[in-house]
Structures are given as structure tokens and as C-alpha cells.
């Protein structure tokens, strides 16, 4: 079984850009931290569409063991705690079986 995490947030206005680069620095250094991690791809919204939000995430693992491992990783939690809450004014996510 693969389990897909998909996440969607919705930056606050005052958002800065250099605090959407340390989003994409701290998620680009997580795969290196958590081997639990299989595929992690993430990113910008192009604008096509107004009402989309303004970034996404998608991560793969192999098991819902290696998922749970990820969630609750320190080095994900301090992430989170020091970029993802003081950007994000809305956030949603979902994990599926694939």
C-alpha cells in the first residue's frame, strides 16, 4: 500500500515572500531528515484560478506507520511551529491510499 498526504494552505495577506522561500527551504530539507519519506513533491499555485490556494504539498510513504513516523517527527513539528503556523491562515489535508 502507498499513502498519499496532500495539503493545501492559504497564506495570511501579510505573508512575506521571504517566508514562503523558508516554506519551500524547510520542505526541501525534510526528505534528508525523515527517510520515512518515499516522494515529496510541493509547491505554488500558477494563479489560474483566484479561489485556489496559494501552495501545496503532496507526500508519498509505503505504509500508514511510515506516515504517522512523518507527522509526528520532531524536525517536522519544529517546522511547522516556527514556518507553516505563522504563514498560513488556512490549511487542509488528507491522506489516501493509492
Do not use: K, W
Given at each position: 500500500?502507498?499513502?498519499?498526504?496532500?495539503?493545501?494552505?492559504?497564506?495570511?495577506?501579510?505573508?512575506?515572500?521571504?517566508?514562503?522561500?523558508?516554506?519551500?527551504?524547510?520542505?526541501?530539507?525534510?526528505?534528508?531528515?525523515?527517510?520515512?519519506?518515499?516522494?515529496?513533491?510541493?509547491?505554488?499555485?500558477?494563479?489560474?484560478?483566484p479561489?485556489?490556494?496559494?501552495?501545496?504539498?503532496?507526500?508519498?510513504?509505503?505504509?500508514?506507520?511510515?506516515?504517522?513516523?512523518?507527522?509526528?517527527?520532531?524536525?517536522?513539528?519544529?517546522?511547522?511551529?516556527?514556518?507553516?503556523?505563522p504563514?498560513?491562515?488556512?490549511r487542509?489535508?488528507?491522506?489516501?491510499?493509492?
Amino acid at each position: 500500500m502507498t499513502v498519499r498526504h496532500i495539503v493545501l494552505f492559504r497564506f495570511r495577506d501579510e505573508v512575506t515572500p521571504e517566508q514562503v522561500e523558508a516554506i519551500e527551504d524547510g520542505l526541501a530539507a525534510l526528505p534528508g531528515l525523515i527517510p520515512e519519506i518515499r516522494s515529496y513533491r510541493y509547491g505554488r499555485d500558477l494563479g489560474l484560478n483566484p479561489a485556489n490556494p496559494g501552495f501545496g504539498l503532496v507526500a508519498e510513504f509505503d505504509t500508514t506507520g511510515d506516515f504517522a513516523t512523518y507527522r509526528d517527527h520532531p524536525d517536522h513539528r519544529a517546522f511547522i511551529a516556527r514556518c507553516i503556523e505563522p504563514a498560513v491562515a488556512e490549511r487542509v489535508s488528507m491522506q489516501m491510499e493509492v
